[in-house]
């Protein structure tokens, strides 16, 4: 906490495209009035200017993917006193870990000229798998909105109100009609967490799961479902193997149906 009594907040990156990050300069007005009430200590996105730790409130986006993300978020979670995981890569391992069931080294062999050069693990995971997190915001991107009720929540010292019910109920609030019901088409809705406002089914598309798997979701019964609707096994454990598919849940449905 600074000397005029603001909690300091700081903002990490790893892994990652760097949307979520985006997300939070997204809010704009909401930002500048967040930069009244803490000091925005560490956040290269949107700032060259740091102050040193501890900090208060630190963001982590990305997944750990290299030896050196590997020991640097180690040497984070001693400096912030709360750690919130945020985005698809920090939960969930994101789009990187497609890699984690094949041979990384494969993949390096044919993409870089000189693969000795590069170092990484084996596996893209989650910060959770390395350090404690005190909480973990789902979204590829997360919610600019979710960003906002979340830090308010941790600085006001109370429970962070974010749904954990399905992208379904999104849609029927919204009044978008169900593509499964409809037009017979797989989407992950009933399975992934609210957040994104339904945005795939309401261009007529099935959700593809990018905020992960809601509080206990029944993907065994889904799973079988887009077997019913005539997909292949191969195709509907794809689904699952997408941006979120590194989370437990999703992750033990794709290998489920690819046997």
């Known amino acids: 906490m600074m000397k005029d009594g603001r909690p300091k907040l700081a903002v990490f990156k790893f892994s990652s495209c760097d949307g979520c990050q985006l997300s939070i300069l997204n809010l704009e007005d909401e930002l500048l009035e967040i930069g009244q009430r803490v000091t925005i200590a560490y956040f290269l996105e949107a700032s060259r200017a740091t102050v040193d730790g501890p900090y208060d409130v630190g963001l982590v986006e990305g997944s750990i993917s290299t030896p050196h993300e590997k020991e640097l978020i180690k040497d984070i979670r001693r400096r912030c006193r709360t750690l919130i995981a945020i985005g698809a890569c920090a939960t969930a391992g994101g789009i990187q870990a497609l890699r984690n069931w094949k041979d990384v080294k494969e993949f390096i062999g044919v993409v870089y000229a000189k693969p000795e050069y590069i170092e990484t693990l084996e596996k893209?995971?989650?910060?959770?798998?390395?350090?404690?997190?005190?909480?973990?915001?789902?979204?590829?991107?997360?919610?600019?909105?979710?960003?906002?009720?979340?830090?308010?929540?941790?600085?006001?010292?109370?429970?962070?109100?974010?749904?954990?019910?399905?992208?379904?109920?999104?849609?029927?609030?919204?009044?978008?009609?169900?593509?499964?019901?409809?037009?017979?088409?797989?989407?992950?809705?009933?399975?992934?967490?609210?957040?994104?406002?339904?945005?795939?089914?309401?261009?007529?598309?099935?959700?593809?799961?990018?905020?992960?798997?809601?509080?206990?979701?029944?993907?065994?019964?889904?799973?079988?479902?887009?077997?019913?609707?005539?997909?292949?096994?191969?195709?509907?454990?794809?689904?699952?193997?997408?941006?979120?598919?590194?989370?437990?849940?999703?992750?033990?449905?794709?290998?489920?149906?690819?046997?």
């Open 124 to 259: 893209a995971t989650p910060v959770s798998e390395h350090v404690k997190v005190d909480f973990e915001l789902r979204g590829c991107p997360v919610n600019k909105y979710q960003i906002l009720e979340v830090l308010t929540a941790f600085l006001a010292g109370r429970k962070p109100d974010i749904p954990s019910y399905s992208v379904c109920v999104e849609c029927k609030r919204k009044g978008t009609v169900c593509v499964v019901v409809s037009r017979g088409m797989a989407c992950l809705g009933p399975v992934t967490q609210a957040g994104c406002g339904a945005i795939c089914p309401s261009y007529g598309r099935g959700c593809y799961g990018c905020f992960g798997p809601m509080e206990s979701p029944n993907v065994e019964s889904l799973a079988e479902r887009f077997l019913q609707l005539g997909v292949s096994r191969r195709d509907a454990a794809l689904m699952f193997k997408g941006f979120t598919g590194w989370a437990e849940p999703f992750r033990k449905a794709g290998e489920v149906l690819e046997g």
